[in-house]
């Protein structure tokens, strides 16, 4: 089992510019998650999924979009980039929630905004 | 927004020392409250958990103790190693019947050879 992938592991955008981040896990999990990691601030949720085809929003929302049109896959989206969107992007799933929601992280993505 | 205030945010120990972190909470009403590790370039991966019901739980050379007077968690980690150089979080969940943590702004642990 890979686990939770994420691509790319690292990228820089102009700003104005847009892009995707592709999480994806084979664990069959129904919940998944993105995060932003900052310096002194630690995980921040971005949005979150509780199953295919649904989406919510998480803590910090704004600047972004997210789409799960297949359980596996979890899309992170930036329309137009700006430099406080620079980060560490970490995606996770989750099997439920509760003592039963234990989050497996990916590797992360770096992400540059100029 | 509830927060979740955890200390020291950085902590240098010598091979062989105990490690003290604590987690500070408003709201432990909640039933779950996990610890997470991260390593340099990696996401973070579950440490330990425990419920508010238990004082203590301990797994190896890692304890969480709970002080619930003065809502607040810590996780001990005793004869700390090289090796357990990395960031450590606690999270609780916001609300019941869901599935979103909050996380503590993290500890960075360096363990001195």
């Known amino acids: 089992n890979a686990g939770v992938t994420q691509t790319p592991k690292f990228r820089v955008l102009k700003t104005g510019q847009s892009m995707t981040l592709l999480c994806a896990q084979d664990?069959?999990?129904?919940?998944m998650y993105w995060y932003r990691q900052d310096p002194g601030m630690g995980l921040r949720l971005i949005h979150y999924?509780?199953?295919?085809?649904?989406?919510a929003k998480g803590e910090v929302p704004d600047g972004y979009n997210v789409s799960r049109l297949k359980k596996q896959n979890f899309l992170l989206g930036l329309e137009s980039a700006a430099p406080p969107q620079t980060s560490v992007y970490f995606c996770a799933s989750s099997h439920g929630g509760g003592r039963a929601g234990t989050q497996y992280f990916g590797p992360g993505t770096r992400l540059l905004v100029l | 927004q509830q927060q979740v205030k955890q200390s020291p945010q950085s902590l240098i120990v010598q091979k062989g020392g105990i490690s003290i972190i604590n987690c500070a909470y408003e709201n432990t009403a909640f039933d779950y409250f996990p610890w997470y590790q991260q390593f340099p370039g990696k996401g973070p991966a579950l440490l330990i958990a425990i419920r508010p019901d238990v004082s203590e739980k301990k797994e190896g050379r890692f304890t969480i103790s709970f002080n619930k007077s003065a809502k607040q968690f810590s996780l001990h980690i005793m004869d700390s190693q090289p090796g357990d150089s990395a960031t450590y979080f606690c999270a609780k969940i916001i609300a019941a019947g869901t599935y979103k943590y909050i996380f503590g702004t993290g500890t960075r642990l360096k363990v001195l050879a």
């Open positions: 999924s509780v199953g295919e085809g649904t989406t």
């Open positions: 664990m069959n999990h129904e919940y």
